[in-house]
């Protein structure tokens, strides 16, 4: 008597009978697929959500209508706005670039121009820079509790503490010997003071200080951040805080 051999392919189940059952199973499992322009509508309406999503939470593009911030800033860069970090309690600081709603009618004789269906539409979903609204976009130089001043041509102090500023345009002054650039102030809670780069042409929280906030800008009003400049590309750089503003003993005495 010899050993039986037990083969593992008994009852009829070959190798060739499971592939064709799992071949059958898997035709009946398999749906018709979608023709393209039935889906292109489906993953147009996707990207418009996730561009509304990225617009509304995490980053915004600005267009530049001006030189107040040159050189840092170029009239008609298209910038990115920061919006996400706000969600988390963080508060503009000293240094930072920011862009802010008007807080009230700083922008009154500049007219706007203003958008048709279609740009309305495109910047509403976040895939052109916001049209017709009106912010500004300025340097925080002060935050709450603050001392700011200038006094003849410069330098301009913060508490006290003279600042070293290479990013004010070439051929401009750190601060303006007119009147309203001639200036001490304090910031009060819950507001920022603000000033362009372009320290001559600019107006900005120097001369408005005769409005309902004392030309502050409340930190309410503050869309977001401006982080990097994205268009034109030959434009392209971060807009980190400068140096200066990170000095030892800047920040008030309490």
Request: glycine share 10%; hydrophobic share 40%; with cysteine.
């Amino acid at each position: 008597m010899g050993n039986s051999v037990i083969d593992a392919r008994s009852d009829g189940q070959g190798p060739d009978d499971t592939s064709s059952d799992e071949a059958v199973a898997a035709g009946k499992r398999q749906k018709p697929k979608r023709p393209f322009w039935v889906e292109l509508p489906i993953l147009a309406c996707v990207a418009l959500g996730l561009a509304f999503l990225i617009k509304t939470f995490l980053l915004q593009a600005f267009l530049i209508p001006s030189g107040s911030m040159q050189n840092a800033l170029q009239e008609n860069d298209r910038v990115l706005v920061d919006k996400l970090t706000p969600w988390f309690g963080s508060e503009p600081a000293r240094g930072e670039v920011v862009v802010f709603r008007d807080p009230a009618g700083w922008l009154a004789g500049n007219p706007v121009q203003e958008p048709n269906t279609a740009q309305k539409f495109l910047s509403f979903v976040g895939l052109m820079p916001a049209a017709g609204e009106q912010h500004l976009i300025k340097r925080v130089i002060g935050v709450a509790g603050d001392t700011v001043e200038c006094a003849g041509a410069g330098p301009l102090k913060v508490n006290g503490k003279p600042l070293t500023e290479p990013y004010v345009y070439p051929g401009n002054t750190a601060c303006s010997t007119d009147p309203s650039g001639q200036f001490k102030v304090t910031v009060p809670s819950g507001s920022l003071w603000v000033m362009g780069d372009h320290r001559q042409s600019s107006l900005d929280s120097r001369y408005h200080q005769n409005d309902t906030h004392g030309g502050m800008v409340p930190a309410s009003d503050v869309v977001g951040r401006a982080v990097v400049v994205a268009w034109p590309i030959s434009h392209w750089a971060t807009l980190p805080v400068p140096d200066t503003f990170d000095q030892p003993g800047l920040a008030p005495t309490r």
